[in-house]
């Protein structure tokens, strides 16, 4: 059975980081794409960035690119979402997920969800 668990939330001030992680476990993701989303109070969950996880490829939301950046290490089945230069509009519950096959910023397409973690950032 699949799992991810993310971990790394908080609360920061405008301008600083966190590293979120999701450790993944249940199978070979060596054909999957992850993908981390947000969804803030009131919004539709969003894509923020994805992962191939073989290729390494990486995808990102207009507006996170040039300040987050996601990786994976493949020795410990995890994922990272390393977030710089954080404004409050970053703030949001953080979901990774996973789906097999190619990449979609949809999603809908994606078949795992972790429970999600808070990043809170003050102004």
């Known amino acids: 059975q699949v799992q991810l668990v993310e971990s790394g939330g908080g609360l920061v001030q405008a301008g600083g980081s966190l590293r979120l992680s999701c450790a993944a476990s249940?199978?070979?993701?060596?054909?999957?794409?992850m993908g981390w989303f947000r969804q803030a109070p009131g919004k539709e969950r969003e894509f923020v960035a994805a992962?191939?996880?073989?290729?390494?490829?990486?995808y990102y939301a207009d507006s996170v690119k040039g300040r987050f950046t996601i990786s994976r290490d493949n020795a410990q089945n995890t994922v990272y979402l390393q977030m710089n230069s954080l404004k409050p509009e970053d703030t949001a519950v953080y979901y990774c997920?996973?789906?097999?096959?190619?990449?979609?910023?949809?999603?809908?397409?994606?078949?795992?969800w972790g429970q999600g973690t808070q990043v809170t950032v003050s102004s």
């Open positions: 997920a996973a789906r097999y096959g190619t990449t979609w910023t949809n999603p809908a397409r994606y078949d795992y």
């Open positions: 249940g199978r070979t993701f060596s054909s999957y794409v």
């Open positions: 992962i191939n996880w073989s290729s390494g490829r990486t």
